[in-house]
Structure formats: structure tokens, C-alpha cells
């Protein structure tokens, strides 16, 4: 069901290395997961959860982002659709993927992620990156875009984060940052690995 949505993906990734699709899964699965993070968000917020954790990822991110780590919180059927992927791009392209972490990322008014990869060169750990969007709404005044820059550091493309759009990149290919959000910016961000080597 998913077959030609991976295959384009799959083309894309090929050709260009990284693809923007709006509108990328049913209805249903993005405001299943919208629903999760927002009442995650709600619950870390009164202090209810007791996992809530500060995470930094690199000197470059200096923002107060919140990582809400619970992968197996997510709905299974985007796991289920990430995992078609996985086996899809191992099939056509021999990549040995074979684990996917991610966690669903918050970021509040204020916050922003500067310019980074996601995976060093050669290191072979996080090889191929996604990020879905979990945003009902979005106006041009409430920043927060996704901005991927070519290996020569080169603007490529401005991304809203609205709801349903899922980016995915070569990880150690398109270095990208967040401009500094006006309000509230959900996302789940993850990672196709090859590890145990
Ligand atoms: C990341 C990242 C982008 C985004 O977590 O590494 O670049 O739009 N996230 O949330
Ligand atoms: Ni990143």
C-alpha cells in the first residue's frame, strides 16, 4: 500500500538526497501523533511524567528544546510505515540499515536548532534522517522553518512544519537548522542506523 511512496522516496533519494512530502501519510496517523505529543506535552508540563529530559546533542544547539524520549509511545502505524521504508531501502539500495531511533521533539517559543549534520562523515551511525511535522497550523510569522543547505553549505530548500510533511535526507549530506520558532513547534525527528559493527 505504501509501495509507490517508498519508491519515490527511494528515486529521490537517489537522484537529489533528500525529499520534502507534504500531505505524506493518511490523515489519521498525523493527527493520531499530534493528539500524543500534545498530551505528552501537557502531562511533562504539570510534572506529572517523571522521564522528562534536557538533551544536547551538539555545541551548536543552544536552544532549550525538549526531547520527549518515548519512542515506543509512538502510534505504531507510523512505526509500521517507518519500517517499510527501512526494508523497502535496504532492498533497492543495500544500505544494511537496521535500527531507526527517534524521539518526538518539542521545541517552544524562542527555541531554534543552528546549522548541523546529523551524522559525521564516514562515521556510518545515523545514515539516513527523517523528520515529520505535527503541526495543525502554521502562518508565515511563526518561523520555525526547516532550512537545508547542499554540501557546499548553499541554500536548498525552506520547509514549513506543517502537519503531515515528512523531510528525509542522508544524513551526513545536508547539513539543515530550525529558525528560531514564534510559538510552540511539535516534530518527531529519527534515525536509520547501521550499527553492531
Ligand atoms: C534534528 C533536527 C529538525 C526539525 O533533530 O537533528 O535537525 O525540523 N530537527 O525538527
Ligand atoms: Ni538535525
Request: cysteine-free; aromatic content about 12%; charged content about 25%.
Amino acid at each position: 500500500m505504501n509501495e509507490k511512496l517508498y519508491e519515490k522516496i527511494t528515486d529521490t533519494l537517489v537522484n537529489d538526497g533528500y525529499i520534502v512530502i507534504e500531505n505524506a501519510l493518511s490523515p489519521e496517523i498525523s493527527q493520531n501523533l499530534h493528539a500524543y505529543i500534545n498530551a505528552l506535552t501537557v502531562l511533562k508540563q504539570a510534572g506529572i511524567s517523571a522521564s522528562n529530559s534536557q538533551h544536547v546533542d551538539s555545541s551548536k544547539r543552544r536552544d532549550k528544546t525538549k526531547w520527549l524520549e518515548e519512542d515506543k509511545g509512538i502510534q505504531s502505524e507510523y512505526l509500521a510505515f517507518i519500517l517499510g521504508l527501512q526494508n523497502y531501502l535496504n532492498r533497492a539500495l543495500y544500505l544494511g540499515l537496521n535500527e531507526y531511533e527517534s524521539h518526538f521533539a518539542v521545541y517552544e517559543k524562542g527555541d531554534f536548532y543552528e546549522t548541523h549534520l546529523d551524522a559525521f562523515k564516514h562515521s556510518k551511525n545515523r545514515v539516513v534522517t527523517t523528520v515529520y511535522y505535527l503541526n495543525n497550523e502554521w502562518n508565515k510569522e511563526d518561523g520555525g522553518e526547516l532550512i537545508i543547505y547542499n554540501e557546499e553549505n548553499e541554500f536548498l530548500r525552506k520547509v514549513t512544519p506543517y502537519a503531515n510533511t515528512l523531510v528525509i535526507f542522508l544524513s551526513e549530506k545536508f547539513p539543515h537548522e530550525v529558525l528560531p520558532t514564534k510559538k510552540t513547534r511539535y516534530s518527531i525527528a529519527g534515525w536509520f542506523r547501521v550499527d553492531g559493527h
